[in-house]
């Protein structure tokens, strides 16, 4: 069967991770690629999972800034360290009544 050439972009970080663990295992990035792509064809399906999250989801990082925007909108931006235990405590004695 014919050869062709295919490029992929990727970083470059992650393009030098892969080739030095392709040579762990003995192969070069172009092998991975094609045993990647024949593993596809094969099974008709991406040999693991893809899934988006879920509804609702939020990542931490974005958790944290709607946290710390409320806390400015609320005037409690500046609190200390034992300012907020104190909050946290009081909470969690609530939470147990």
Do not use: H, W
């Not at 892969?18 to 045993?35: K, P, Q, V, Y």
């Not at 939020?58 to 931006?77: C, H, I, P, S, W």
């Amino acid at each position: 069967m014919a050869q062709v050439s295919m490029t992929v972009r990727m970083d470059s970080q992650l393009k030098q991770s892969f080739d030095r663990l392709c040579s762990e295992f003995g192969m070069s990035a172009n092998t991975a690629m094609n045993i990647f792509a024949n593993a596809v064809v094969i099974t008709r399906s991406i040999p693991f999972q893809i899934k988006a999250p879920q509804e609702g989801y939020v990542d931490g990082l974005t958790a944290f800034y709607a946290l710390r925007d409320e806390a400015k909108a609320n005037g409690v931006q500046d609190m200390s360290l034992e300012e907020i235990n104190e909050e946290i405590r009081k909470a969690r004695a609530e939470k147990k009544k």
